[in-house]
């Protein structure tokens, strides 16, 4: 608990790698709700790939410049209101971003839970919120796998790869997960139930991918981009689909890069399709999707695993070693 | 006609763009149809630019390799016929090759009119065979536009482009044609409908493009890969589809490029669509949207440009003139 406000400003722009010198912590008096708004104390950061995309061009958001607030997706928990439509006690989610501290209106926020027991707060921004939905929208809206088929996953130790391998594996997929490191990808087939996974640092990656789809792959959940995404593009059956969700390869590089060879020569040949998506855009499908998740987790066939940081002066960091793949599961910051 | 068969092989694989050189010609007797099987004197060679992408790598068929005889989609008139299957005087088409006659069983051929009258040969391999049917169901049932949409097709003066250029209109759509030259955009607007007609060597292209676009661009049908789409994927609107029809900035460098700029980061952020496809896929729906455009080419709305050749002698040339972007409409040679 705080009785300031510390915030967290994007300072300075990065010409490659994000460092913690590129954001500035300020210390601000606790705001004031005004009528119709109320007061929340921050509880849990989600910390994601997209928030270093925001500083890099205009995406789904305007792009973020230096001197700007610190967006971010959080979790917290409603201290005052001044407005019938939220109750103190309330558990409420949106983009409070980098804060202790957050004035909002009710409808810039989402209730979670209005009384305990809660679930953990580290699943209300993982498994249980837009992590959860953007692996199940990516996974089943976009790449729509059937059982049988080969899915692989990109950053499948990440927050949103660790859920799409799950999901596919429980609906009857074979499920390759790509992960850097002999560690994660251990990991991935003890922890997660992966049929395989394959190191994307080894010298034979692509040798190593292949024998590890002997039927080829059907649906390729894509987190990374760049060479990982080159090199899986060559092994897709005829009539695959390539889920784009991320370009956590790209996203330090500054821009977006060369491109991807074979493309779009072999989605012809191939007729293959690829398909970006913003979880946002299936809003309409949430409670239902949130029912499903929380019944997989519940029932253990679903593991939320959590990368957690401690306290709001580490959220820089922890954005940092996100992008240097230092995680394994959901990163987030309890503030 | 002629009493041997004259044969193009392919003969050297070109180093960059394809030359004439490549190809080389030999006589051989007429052959002779045994049971079961058809002769065919071919009437209409098809010249495409997937011709030149076969020659680059596997695509949907196995690689050419030099030696190879050079196939090529084709109509004929069976002159001699030893199956029940088939009678003399019947136009098939298939993939009979740049020859003179072809020895054919019945399930290689596809029977397109039993007796006269017949509709032209050049609209046989063209608005009413695979050319009108590529563009028929890459717009339709890839690209998916509804009126009111922009729709932007490059390559818009070849023999797909135009054809789907109109197609495009007759939906009700905003049509964006891109071609090479001021002579070609012009009869874009003044014979295909087009709203606009933007020239790809402009040196202004883009800006050209996005004054033609008011709305931005909602389907873009890509025959061409390369540039074009690179600069054409940064006017896209949200959930916005790229039809992946054809590569033809990129046959005749021999590779297949170093990729697209943007992908997959702008299909992420603007959740877009890219999807290849080959006109096969749909043959349990040809003769409903062959039904479709031969009523449009009837009734006046589609018009079916022709830039034909004269003798099996010019094929080689015509399909090099073709990559060169020399012609107007389907390029046909008569044999």
């Known amino acids: 608990m705080t009785d300031v406000n510390r915030r967290w400003f994007y300072a300075r722009k990065p010409e490659g790698a994000l460092r913690v010198e590129h954001f500035e912590l300020k210390t601000e008096a606790v705001p004031e709700p005004g009528p119709g708004q109320a007061l929340v104390r921050l509880r849990m950061l989600s910390v994601d790939p997209a928030q270093r995309a925001w500083m890099m061009a205009r995406t789904y958001r305007p792009q973020l410049m230096p001197g700007d607030f610190m967006p971010a997706f959080a979790v917290g928990e409603v201290l005052r209101s001044c407005t019938p439509d939220l109750n103190q006690g309330d558990l409420v989610e949106g983009d409070f971003g980098w804060q202790d501290w957050a004035v909002v209106s009710p409808r810039q926020v989402l209730r979670r839970h209005s009384r305990p027991p809660h679930p953990p707060l580290e699943q209300l921004v993982g498994a249980l919120s837009i992590t959860g939905l953007t692996a199940f929208f990516g996974l089943f809206e976009v790449g729509r796998p059937r059982p049988g088929e080969t899915v692989v996953v990109s950053a499948a130790g990440g927050a949103v790869g660790s859920m799409a391998l799950q999901m596919a594996r429980i609906a009857g997929c074979r499920v390759v997960g790509i992960a850097g490191g002999a560690a994660k990808c251990a990991r991935l087939v003890q922890e997660l139930g992966a049929h395989a996974a394959v190191d994307h640092r080894s010298a034979n990656f692509r040798a190593e991918l292949k024998a590890a ?120 910051v309890r503030v």
């Open 213 to 332: 789809c002997p039927n080829g792959v059907d649906v390729y959940f894509d987190n990374t981009a760049g060479p990982i995404l080159e090199t899986t593009l060559t092994l897709m059956n005829q009539r695959g689909r390539v889920v784009c969700c991320g370009a956590v390869a790209q996203y330090d590089r500054g821009d977006w890069g060369a491109g991807v060879a074979g493309v779009p020569g072999v989605l012809i040949s191939r007729r293959l399709r690829m398909e970006g998506f913003i979880v946002m855009d299936f809003d309409h499908q949430r409670r239902e999707a949130e029912a499903t998740i929380t019944r997989w987790v519940t029932g253990g066939q679903l593991k939320a695993l959590v990368h957690l940081a401690q306290g709001l002066e580490q959220a820089p960091q922890a954005l940092v070693d996100l992008l240097a793949g230092a995680n394994y599961g959901k990163v987030a």
